[in-house]
């Protein structure tokens, strides 16, 4: 049973950095790809990030410039490192993980992000 649990969020003052982590567990993930997600209240889901399996990144364009995703294959853990944090920023951030380069398979229960403007 894959098992993905994020963990950093947090209260910041905009303008500032974050950096999360999603720790993966029960399953193989030298393979496919993991990406972050987010989800504002009364909003829709939103893809935020992704790095496949050969370090390939993708970024939303939103967060382009200020957000880098990066994994430690060794720890089976992904990372986000958030930088020049805006309130529109402010969501739940959910790891997922799939065995494709693309979609989403696998979910967390997400972490919280708030930022003050």
């Known amino acids: 049973q894959v098992r993905l649990v994020e963990s950093g969020g947090g209260l910041v003052q905009a303008g500032g950095s974050l950096r999360l982590s999603c720790a993966a567990s029960g399953g193989t993930f030298s393979s496919g790809s993991m990406s972050w997600c987010r989800q504002a209240p009364g909003k829709d889901r939103e893809f935020v990030a992704r790095i496949t399996w050969s370090g390939e990144t993708t970024y939303g364009d939103s967060v382009k410039g200020r957000f880098t995703i990066s994994r430690d294959s060794a720890k089976s853990t992904m990372y986000l490192q958030m930088n020049s944090l805006k309130p529109e920023d402010t969501a739940v951030y959910y790891c997922?993980?799939?065995?494709?380069?693309?979609?989403?398979?696998?979910w967390g229960q997400g972490t919280q992000v708030t930022v003050s403007s």
């Open positions: 997922a993980a799939s065995p494709a380069t693309f979609g989403y398979k696998y």
